[in-house]
């Protein structure tokens, strides 16, 4: 599900004793929470920085705004999620807004839908949507979170992916 390499394969049989597999995860809980994973030391716990930069200036937001339909207004980012908001231009027409990410170099993708703000001042000719991408527990020293933000209409797809180089989320 995160893009990881499975660990261990544990294959159970009835005749198993019970005591062993009722509990599979027991043995869990008697490592030291830092203590290395079993399946290699190239697992760490995931702490995300983005290698990327946010528009610098409101003229140049309003500009790529305009140009590409929606965009990537602003990330935060936590132990364990990280939120933004993307900017869409306003419609009446049925859409969907969302973020694809990737954590394996896009060999697979999943997509979360953003929410409109409600009660939310119109800025202009914008409406802004709120996402939160639950952050990956452990990644490789090297891995990266890739996405990109988008909008789907009945007119057409609009995509921000950083002039395509896609936003990235790099382990620190």
């Avoid at 802004?128 to 057409?156: E, M, R, W």
Wanted: aromatic share 8%; net charge negative.
């Amino acid at each position: 599900m995160m893009g990881l390499n499975l660990a261990n394969i544990r294959h159970f049989d009835i005749s198993d004793d019970a005591n062993e597999t009722c509990n599979v995860s027991s043995g869990l809980r008697h490592h030291p929470p830092n203590q290395e994973l079993q399946h290699g030391s190239d697992l760490i716990p995931a702490r995300l920085v983005p290698a990327f930069d946010m528009p610098i200036s409101l003229l140049e937001f309003d500009m790529k705004s305009s140009r590409l339909g929606v965009a990537l207004e602003s990330v935060t980012i936590t132990a364990s999620e990280v939120k933004g908001v993307i900017r869409v231009i306003q419609s009446n027409a049925r859409r969907e807004v969302g973020v694809r990410y990737t954590v394996n170099n896009w060999l697979t993708f999943s997509d979360i839908q953003a929410v409109l703000r409600l009660n939310e001042e119109k800025v202009l000719q914008w409406e802004l949507f709120d996402f939160i991408l639950h952050a990956p527990l452990f990644l490789n020293k090297d891995s990266s979170v890739h996405f990109a933000v988008y909008c789907q209409t009945d007119h057409g797809e609009y995509w921000d992916n950083n002039d395509g180089e896609n936003y990235t989320l790099k382990s620190a």
